[in-house]
């Protein structure tokens, strides 16, 4: 019996050092900026029924940054899941969200594996889907969350920073669906 509960504990160590041997784990912030809140609207677009907004703070204890989401109007017939994530480049007023480059991933973990959300240090940054669950929503029904994301920050120069970054939201097979801009809505002196 304990040798069969050591087996799976074993190989588990054994992954984590395998991850961790090719890039840097993120950090947890525990300096994000109190008083700014960001807002990111997905675009009003004709070839998508998918609409959102993503809003994101820091904590009270200026731990990470936390996040609620409202995303609706994805197809009746598809649940998902539908991925999510912070990109790298601000998509232009076309909309257009294959413009929006990669992933936040500043310390160059890159795509596969898949993110392990039982050891979300060593996922993207940006890959929020990942880290908190992807979108999975009954038909013609909104899908909304709220969590804090430890590896976040609201603080420009930061690596980790979001202000200027994107959201893009996927189809189950990684197409684009939509997206939009982190923009400051909100600064508190
Ligand atoms: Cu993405």
Not at 66 to 75: A, C, E, I, L, Y
Not at 85 to 93: N, W
Not at 125 to 149: C, I, R
Request: with cysteine.
């Amino acid at each position: 019996m304990r040798l069969a509960l050591a087996s799976p504990m074993a190989l588990s160590l054994a992954s984590t050092v395998l991850a961790a041997s090719n890039f840097t784990e993120a950090p947890i912030i525990t300096n994000s900026q109190q008083g700014v809140l960001y807002e990111a609207t997905l675009f009003s677009k004709q070839n998508t029924s998918i609409r959102g907004v993503v809003t994101a703070w820091a904590p009270s204890n200026a731990i990470g940054v936390k996040f609620h989401v409202d995303f609706w109007g994805f197809p009746p017939d598809v649940r998902g899941p539908y991925p999510y994530h912070i990109h790298l480049d601000r998509v232009p007023q076309d909309g257009n969200c294959y413009s929006a480059g990669g992933h936040l991933d500043p310390y160059d973990r890159g795509e596969q594996p898949a993110c392990d959300p039982n050891q979300p240090q060593t996922c993207q940054l940006g890959d929020l889907s990942g880290k908190h669950s992807p979108v999975y929503v009954a038909p013609n029904a909104q899908f909304e969350a709220e969590y804090t994301d430890l590896f976040l920050s609201t603080t420009k120069g930061s690596d980790a920073y979001i202000g200027n970054r994107s959201i893009v939201v996927h189809a189950p097979d990684g197409t684009r669906l939509n997206c939009g801009n982190f923009v400051l809505l909100e600064e508190v002196e």
